[in-house]
């Protein structure tokens, strides 16, 4: 991982932030700063939780696992007890962190998964925290990059509607105009 300008950018394994989700997204702990990246890393990747509790178990899908703020669609008598993220060969990953240089909390956070095929961009998953109250998919970016030229122009092009859909919070941190500029 490298930092510069208050950025932190980091190649990273899909699979390192399973236990951190899991933790985190225990309804007796609640969500930390510290689960960031997992919460992009998961929400780009399409991952589903099984839960289990005294009604049997179910399978939670990524878009519907984070309700609210603070908040999974774990009942406060369940548990996840397994986590599946599906195995991305061919696709290349990134993330990227905007922070104040003084703290390690993410102004915003992007995840990004991209599959090329024959020079072009075949399929593309981004996750965004901080831009709602629980993590989304930049999916207008998404549509607007698959099938598309793998070129600068092309990705800065699809990368402007980043911040459509969301609905991020000012605060401390950051305004929500200046989180929409970021992501």
């Known amino acids: 991982a490298s ?35 997992a919460l ?9 939780g099984s839960v289990a509790g005294p009604g049997g178990t179910r399978t939670i899908p990524a878009r519907e696992f984070f309700v609210d703020y603070l908040q999974t669609a774990l009942a406060p008598d369940e548990v996840l007890t397994e ?21 390690a909390w993410a102004v915003v956070g992007v995840a990004a998964a991209v599959r090329s095929s024959n020079g072009s961009i075949a399929e593309a998953r981004i996750g965004l ?26 990705i800065t092009a699809a990368a402007a509607a980043a911040a459509d859909g969301t609905a991020p919070t000012s605060d401390l941190s950051a305004q929500a105009d200046y989180r929409e500029h970021l992501a």
């Open 129 to 154: 925290t901080n831009m709602a109250p629980t993590p989304v998919r930049a999916s207008a970016v998404e549509q607007a990059l698959a099938g598309g030229d793998r070129t600068r122009d092309a």
């Open 83 to 103: 986590i599946r993220v599906p195995k991305l060969t061919g696709w290349g990953v990134h993330y990227e962190k905007f922070q104040r240089v003084a703290q």
């Open 40 to 48: 992009n890393v998961f929400q780009a990747s399409d991952f589903s």
């Open 3 to 37: 930092s510069t300008s208050g950025r932190r950018s980091c190649s990273l394994a899909w699979t390192n932030s399973a236990g951190c989700l899991a933790w985190h997204s225990a309804p007796s702990h609640g969500f930390t700063g510290v689960n960031h990246l």
